[in-house]
Structures are given as structure tokens and as C-alpha cells.
């Protein structure tokens, strides 16, 4: 049964021994409307990306820096794809356990079969610390980028390291 409730997320970083501080805010869908709420929390924020492929066989989160462009095209030829779109509520709902608005790497707790393929902004590598949705829309945890990674290892899932602002740059592992 997927954990739509953020308790699943910080047991999950509980479990780790992760450190987070925890922001309450209004109901957010865009990174835009998160802005005001944002203010004064120092960190990367990000935007979270649930994209398939053509034939909707592959599915993939993306994560980036909020300010990265992010080429559907050119992440396709990144990632040895064919053509990448937003993937649907229900496909969101079925892999990740989520809902539009809420996305983000700690749904990755829901994918136990490991379905979903992760790309991830190598600039957040670089980052002191990282801000996230705990999978509602109506908080945001912020850990250091040490521990994010160590969140992602222990998921299970390969990550992607991809650099969205370097036209033409390979992915890498």
C-alpha cells in the first residue's frame, strides 16, 4: 500500500538517521506559487518532473535545481529514450503513490518494484542542503545534499546524475 501521508517519509528518514527541518505552508502546485513560502528557508529548491516515455513503458522522475531548463528532447537522448511527456494522475498515483502537486524524490518510497527511473540535477551533488515536498504539497523538508543521496541509495533505485543546464552533456552515473 503506497504511504501518501508524509508519516511514511519521516519514518523512512527516521529509520536512516537522516536529519530534516520540516516547513508547513499552505497547499502549493507550482514551484511559482512555493516561492513566497520559500523565503528565508536556505537551500536548493527543486522541481520534480514524473515523465513516460512514448509507449509508456518507462517512467521517470526527474529532479532538478528549480532554476535548470529541463529540454524534454534533450533528456530523452540523455537517457537512450524516445520521446518524453508528462505522465498522467493515475500513472503518478499507480508508480509513486502521489498526486499532481506533490511530487517528489520521497515518493520513490512507493516504487518498492522499482519501475521508475531516476534522473537527477548533478548540480544538487554540489548543494549544502536541499528542500523537498514529504509527499503532500503542504510542507517542505529541507536535509543536506549528503543525506538526500543517502535517501536515494537507499531506495534501491539507480540515480542518473544529469546536467540540465550543459547543452549536449552525456548523463552519467
Not at 535548470?68 to 503518478?92: E, H, I, P
Request: charged share 20%; hydrophobic share 40%; proline share 5%.
Amino acid at each position: 500500500m503506497p504511504e501518501t501521508d508524509p508519516a511514511g517519509v519521516y519514518n523512512a528518514l527516521d529509520r536512516l538517521g537522516i536529519a530534516y527541518e520540516r516547513h508547513g505552508h499552505p497547499p502549493v502546485f507550482t514551484v511559482d506559487e512555493a516561492l513566497a513560502h520559500w523565503a528565508g528557508i536556505e537551500a536548493a529548491h527543486c522541481k520534480n518532473l514524473f515523465l513516460r516515455n512514448q509507449k509508456g513503458s518507462r517512467h521517470y522522475l526527474v529532479v532538478a535545481e528549480r532554476h535548470a531548463t529541463v529540454d524534454l528532447k534533450r533528456l530523452a537522448a540523455q537517457l537512450g529514450d524516445d520521446r518524453l511527456s508528462f505522465a498522467s494522475a493515475d500513472r503518478l498515483a499507480r508508480h509513486l503513490g502521489l498526486t499532481p502537486g506533490s511530487v517528489s524524490p520521497f515518493g520513490l518510497i512507493n516504487d518498492r518494484g522499482g519501475h521508475v527511473q531516476v534522473a537527477v540535477d548533478a548540480t544538487l551533488r554540489e548543494a549544502e542542503r536541499v528542500a523537498f515536498h514529504p509527499n503532500v504539497n503542504t510542507a517542505t523538508l529541507v536535509l543536506s545534499s549528503a543525506d538526500f543521496q543517502r535517501f536515494l541509495g537507499s531506495t534501491g533505485h539507480a540515480v542518473r546524475w544529469i546536467r540540465f543546464d550543459a547543452p549536449g552533456a552525456p548523463a552519467s552515473s
